[in-house]
């Protein structure tokens, strides 16, 4: 019964009114859970994000698909895990091989670009359900060196005009900007007017693509490049936030810009209305490079403070406003969420990783799965020297260290801190949920570190 009313919900989401919806894909870069008024920042102000929470739906146990960017970039767009992707660290991470001092194993070998022939969200929403689809701000999927047999180079041929997006303002292979005000010096972006900040200037470019698409559907991917590094801010919010108790004014500083841009865009729809018929979804790609408020660690490790990140959905008359939700959800629940919105499915045939949210989002059932994967079995360059996979299920979380073979256990809703290790005293539950981990890593592909001799050098 259940299934047939949920099928029921969907089709007339889909066939009411103007649908189908358009769509907003808004990703912050490196923005930490806590890196937010709405999330008990109280240092901070994030007023444009704060009300957007009041309008949708939170999800306190949000997580990115893994601790550093590429590999959740790759994710949302594909649906399916880092681990499956062979896509596992930030591009272009240390040279092939590479074991830092005092470690015994390389990392796994990797993808440092989202191959050509991957479908993407954009390319199913564009080529199947009309949608006109543009990318704004920062990509970092294309990172490819050398040259195809006609000698052209491989980076411009992976960026996303080639990935189902029919404009690209801002994308290329960086994972940061050379610098956030003009001249900007990115390839993909024609240059400002000097000392014009990169997220206003973001936020332009996406007001521009939704003017001329307001008729619809669209769907608009901006993927801010704030707040990663270099950190630079207006100089009057800088100011502001030296009189603020926060440990990084500049930090703290460009987290306002960022939220400043995103009010922006919000408001053009209001203005153009077409709020009420646009599903507008926001995250980031990793945890915090700073600190993280009451979770542990940061970007780089599989603790909280490194993959769990701000998560909310607006979709006026289909979501409760004000609503919040308890479930954990991944970046890789986008790709199959969106298509549903969009009227279309997975293909059969095409491995899927996410699962849809439609059913939490309209209040109808819960999710199907019962546990959420990370692999992260690469060195990051800020100095992460742990090798490991993750599995959520239920209130606990394991973390299974390749390198010595460890594992920590946490019940992250009652200890989100992660300081009372349960390994030992929940030893059957730990040796369960490694089992689990470990089947999902075989069905997965997952490559994994390895130890570094004459023949894998070869």
């Not at 080639?162 to 290329?172: A, E, H, I, L």
């Not at 059969?348 to 692999?375: C, M, N, Q, Y």
């Amino acid at each position: 019964m259940k299934t047939t009313l949920l099928t029921l919900i969907c089709a007339s989401l889909v066939a009411s009114g103007k649908e189908p919806p358009n769509i907003v894909l808004i990703m912050a870069d490196d923005l930490g859970w806590f890196d937010a008024h709405f999330q008990g920042n109280e240092a901070l102000d994030t007023p444009h994000l704060d009300q957007f929470v009041t309008e949708g739906m939170l999800f306190p146990h949000g997580y990115a698909a893994a601790p550093v960017c590429t590999p959740t970039r790759a994710a949302m767009l594909t649906g399916m895990s880092p681990a499956r992707l062979a896509i596992t660290n930030h591009a272009p991470g240390h040279k092939e091989g590479m074991v830092p001092e005092g470690r015994k194993q390389a990392g796994a070998r990797k993808l440092t670009y989202l191959p050509i022939e991957k479908v993407t969200l954009a390319e199913r929403l564009r080529d199947e359900a009309g949608y006109a689809t543009g990318f704004v701000g920062k990509w970092h999927l294309s990172h490819r060196k050398g040259n195809d047999k006609a000698g052209k180079k491989f980076e411009p041929g992976l960026r996303p005009e080639f990935q189902g997006f029919d404009s690209n303002v801002g994308g290329y292979d960086r994972g940061g900007p050379p610098t956030y005000f003009a001249p900007y010096k990115i390839p993909t972006l024609k240059e400002g007017e000097d000392g014009e900040y990169l997220p206003d200037r973001l936020a332009d470019e996406c007001i521009a693509f939704i003017k001329e698409q307001k008729k619809g559907p669209f769907f608009l991917t901006f993927w801010n490049y704030s707040v990663h590094y270099p950190i630079e801010a207006p100089e009057d919010l800088i100011e502001k936030y030296k009189k603020r108790p926060v440990e990084n004014a500049p930090y703290a500083a460009m987290i306002e810009g960022m939220d400043r841009s995103i009010g922006k865009v919000l408001k053009s729809l209001d203005e153009l209305g077409l709020t009420e018929n646009t599903i507008v979804i926001f995250t980031s790609d990793n945890g915090s490079l700073f600190g993280n408020g009451p979770l542990r660690a940061n970007k780089g490790h599989l603790y909280e403070g490194g993959i769990r990140v701000p998560w909310a959905i607006r979709w006026p008359g289909k979501i409760r406003a004000g609503s919040r939700n308890e479930t954990p959800v991944i970046s890789t629940d986008v790709f199959p969420t969106l298509l549903e919105v969009a009227g279309l499915k997975p293909k059969v045939g095409t491995p899927l990783d996410g699962e849809s949210l439609v059913p939490i989002l309209t209040g109808v059932e819960k999710l199907k799965r019962g546990a959420i994967f990370f692999h992260y079995p690469n060195y990051a360059f800020h100095n992460r020297n742990r090798l490991g996979g993750a599995i959520r299920k239920g209130d606990h979380k394991l973390i299974h260290f390749y390198d010595d073979d460890s594992v920590e256990l946490y019940d992250v809703v009652a200890d989100p801190g992660e300081r009372n290790n349960l390994a030992q005293s929940k030893e059957n539950l730990a040796r369960e949920m490694r089992e689990e981990l470990g089947r999902w890593l075989k069905e997965s592909g997952a490559k994994m570190p390895y130890v570094v001799n004459k023949k894998s050098k070869e």
